[in-house]
């Protein structure tokens, strides 16, 4: 099934802002988390930090543009994916040891 619109724009958005962090040193491990709690768009590591990032587009600035966009809901819903989604990539990627970790957004605005 195609994806809508809205979906197709998210999806290039997020292969935007995979390639930019790998520009800046940063290796992407994982892509589109999704669990109950939420969705992790992009987990990378740089050296030894796992972040865990959000990616948001906004066509117009108005409403305060992407960046106003993660409230304190949205952190809140970004806190739980990664809580739920971290022993698994300690045992993935740090053979079990929780790394240290943070979270990242990216923002574009047209």
């Given amino acids: ?22 520009s800046q040193g940063l ?3 994982e892509r589109n988390l999704l669990c109950r709690a939420g969705e992790i768009d992009l987990v990378a590591l740089d050296g030894t930090v796992l972040v865990f990032v959000e990616v948001r587009f906004r ?22 994916a990664a809580r739920y989604f971290l022993p698994a990539l300690a045992r993935r990627h740090f053979a079990g040891r929780l790394p240290p970790c943070r979270f990242d957004v990216v923002c574009e605005e047209n």
């Fill in 27 to 29: 290796r992407v491990l």
């Fill in 1 to 22: 099934m195609a994806p809508s619109p809205t979906q197709a724009t998210g999806q290039h958005s997020e292969s935007r802002a995979a390639a930019w962090l790998e």
């Fill in 59 to 80: 066509g117009s600035a108005s409403h305060g543009g992407a960046a106003a966009s993660v409230n304190r809901r949205k952190q809140q819903r970004l806190l739980r």
